[in-house]
Structures are given as structure tokens and as C-alpha cells.
């Protein structure tokens, strides 16, 4: 059924990865600047100034990566008739966002002069959320094939 409670798990690990564009991943200060690193890219942006950001240098990878594995998950919602082909995908889609992390890790090591000193901000753990959403997931596809097998013997 689409309205079970693995849809809504789907649903939010989506939403987790989609929030990955905007929030970044790990921002260093210094010499007058700060530097974020987000999906999208290492933006750069003056302290002082009124937020004038602008962007050092472009990831399309990890933003194709990150829509990506984002799609994945919401589209396996509408596997729910397929039960056993769900499950092998938000398998398939943890691994995807395990290895989207950390290449989230390897950019992250982008930053100017190193990881060292740099504030973690709230983009480095959603891949942990979504794992986390995708792996409730999969136990509400097992409780619901076990609820199906229940149902049939008692035809």
C-alpha cells in the first residue's frame, strides 16, 4: 500500500538529501573570509560585509550525485506492489548515500589549508539521517510482507 509507514520514511530521507543543497557541510574561518563548502560547491563569502557570497569553485558531480540518490528515494515510494524489489533498493540506496558521504568527506578536505579547524555544520550528518530514515524503511517493508504472509494463511 502507498500509505504505509515505509513511504514516509522514503519520503523523509529524500527530503534530508534535498536539505544537503542548502545547509553546508563544513565552513572555516579566516583571514577576513569564511569559506563553506556545500553539494553544490565552495563558496566563499567576506566577513563585515553584508553576505556578499560567491562561489570559488563548482562541484557538479556531488550536486548530480546528491539529486541523484535524493530520486532514488523518492521514487521507491512508488514501488510499494513490489515489496521484495523495494527492499533491494533502499539497500542499494543506503550503500549509494554511504559513498555519497563520503565523497562529501573527500571535498570537504578542499577546504583552503586543510580540514583542520573547520566547524562541521549541519550538511555533514544528513547522510546519517537518511540512512537512518531508509533503514526504517525497510523495516516497515519486512513488518508489511510479514503482515501479508499472515493474511494468506488465513485464506
Known sequence: MIQRIQSIWLFLAAITLALML??????KVG???EVAIYTTG??????GKSGNGFKVAFYLPLLITNIAVAFICLMNIFNYKRRSFQKRIAIVSIILIAGFA????VYAKKLPGGIEGANFGVGA???ALAILFVFLAIFGINKDERLIRSAERLR
Do not use: K
Open 125 to 127: 550528518y544528513l547522510p
Open 22 to 27: 542548502f545547509l553546508p557541510i563544513a565552513t
Open 31 to 33: 583571514s577576513g573570509t
Open 42 to 47: 565552495l563558496r566563499e563569502t567576506f566577513i
Open 102 to 105: 563520503f565523497w562529501c568527506s
